[in-house]
């Protein structure tokens, strides 16, 4: 460890990792600090390679491939007999991928000459040239002062807790996310706090593998950051597959009693009370600044206790950035990511910049839904002319040639450019799909720049194609009700 570097980052994140191998492939000095210790070793990777993003959608293959198994393969002329689960094996298969990708960061790092201080930093001073991070080590509790040029925060997020279901990972009854992801066998019965992305992708895992399912979801809508035509029918879809999922229903209380967990919950005025085997409370994350800040850091904090920064992730301290879940936005991986690109590429003097309209949103449910851009409900708020296009996959060849002929995608644009605005998608691949959605926006593209090009047939990715031409009343493969543009 040096006393001085060109550029510290406090976090080993998606976002802080990045940041910290772009610097050191621009000849930086770098030091990237992380405190988190995993099954009882110092880990990168951040939440997302230990305890969110990979692990659990490590379970949610294995869970699919054991409900495909066990109840779809027949109509192909499969035959299996009994299909059992192991899930000791599974949450084993689950820990090695973890594993294999997080001691993969740490190579990385090493390779790019990146110094992984493994405990707490703390930006003690973040004003004048060099500014001052403690460095409090996880093996003794040393604390050491480093100087740099140069200081990123990337310290992620946690978990929220709220007060009527108390969280304690370790009794295993009422859990986190993280918590959710080392259950040891299938609950009979399982309860979850929050329908949004954590909640539906848990929640799917443990249905799959024969637990009775009941999801709370406070708000009076579901899925209320999607287009309101795809949440409408990822909730069929999700509700057909045995997910019992009650909107507009606030747990009021969450009670530990003989090993089981009794919930009560509220709608309409009127009380209930059910009994869960687990709960899981997936109700959001908060920024984690915790040991993060000191005193006389100088750095500018919003009213929701995220770091303020303008377009570029620059704090109001010359040198000083902040990016991922720290910062307004989405709390997503690749958000992070991007974003410690684009500090690490401005402090060198570069103009790097992410572009927010045309950040991408997946929720790993099967179908999966994915979205990009404004849903057609934003669109006309904006002011916007809009019309969109949608293809049903039922007409989709490839789609049931696969039997994944559930979902849809549609696609928004402006009536009077033509331009696109947003894509989305409920299908097999979702999160794949609307990539195309996201070049295309990138480029400024418009709803015919898609209709004019050739797609590979036969593929899902012509949904797409579909999409576009229907945006018009041109859809081949389904009928249309718009009059066909002259």
Request: include cysteine; charge should be negative; proline fraction near 2%.
């Amino acid at each position: 460890m040096k006393d001085n570097y060109d550029l510290v980052v406090i976090g080993g994140g998606p976002g802080g990792y990045e940041a910290a191998i772009r610097a050191g492939q621009l000849g930086m000095t770098v030091a990237c600090i992380e405190k988190r210790v995993y099954k009882g070793e110092p880990a990168l990777g951040g939440t997302c390679l230990n305890v969110g993003c990979i692990p659990s959608k490590a379970l949610l293959d294995s869970s699919h491939r054991y409900e495909v198994t066990k109840h779809e393969l027949e109509e192909h002329g499969i035959s299996t007999g009994d299909v059992e689960i192991d899930v000791a094996k599974m949450i084993e298969r689950k820990e090695a991928i973890v594993k294999q990708l997080t001691g993969g960061v740490a190579a990385l790092l090493k390779g790019n000459k990146v110094d992984w201080l493994q405990g707490w930093g703390t930006l003690v001073d973040g004003k004048g040239d060099e500014k001052k991070v403690k460095f409090t080590a996880l093996e003794d509790e040393s604390e050491t002062t480093i100087t740099a040029k140069n200081v990123i925060l990337a310290a992620g997020s946690v978990p929220i807790d709220i007060p009527v279901a108390p969280v304690n990972n370790e009794e295993g009854i009422i859990v986190d996310s993280t918590g959710a992801l080392d259950f040891t066998e299938t609950p009979k019965r399982l309860g979850v706090i929050g329908a949004g992305v954590i909640g539906l992708e848990l929640g799917s895992v443990w249905r799959r593998l024969g637990s009775e399912v009941v999801v709370y979801e406070a708000l009076p809508e579901f899925l209320a950051a999607a287009d309101k035509e795809i949440a409408k029918e990822a909730g069929k879809l999700l509700k057909k597959q045995g997910l019992d999922i009650r909107v507009d229903t606030k747990v009021t209380n969450a009670e530990v009693k003989d090993g089981q967990v009794v919930v009560t919950s509220e709608k309409g005025g009127e009380s209930n009370e059910e009994t869960f085997d687990k709960l899981i409370v997936c109700v959001g994350r908060r920024a984690y600044s915790e040991k993060l800040l000191g005193e006389d850091s100088g750095i500018t904090l919003t009213d929701r206790g995220l770091v303020e920064v303008d377009d570029q992730c620059k704090t109001n301290l010359d040198g000083v950035y902040a990016i991922g879940d720290l910062v307004r936005g989405p709390m997503l991986a690749h958000k992070a990511m991007e974003e410690g690109m684009m500090a690490v590429e401005r402090i060198h003097g570069e103009k790097a910049q992410v572009n927010y309209d045309t950040i991408i949103n997946v929720i790993y449910t099967h179908p999966e839904i994915a979205w990009v851009g404004l849903t057609e409900e934003q669109a006309k708020e904006q002011g916007y002319e809009v019309k969109t296009g949608s293809f049903n996959l039922a007409a989709n060849g490839r789609a049931l040639a696969q039997s994944e002929g559930q979902g849809s995608i549609k696609v928004v644009a402006d009536e009077k450019t033509d331009r696109l605005l947003g894509m989305h998608a409920i299908c097999a691949g979702a999160g794949d799909i609307v990539h195309q959605g996201m070049i295309a926006m990138e480029f400024v593209s418009s709803i015919e720049d898609l209709q004019l090009m050739t797609f590979a047939h036969p593929t899902i990715s012509e949904a797409v194609h579909e999409a576009a031409l229907s945006a018009d009343g041109r859809a081949i493969h389904a009928i249309q009700r718009k009059k066909r543009k002259k």
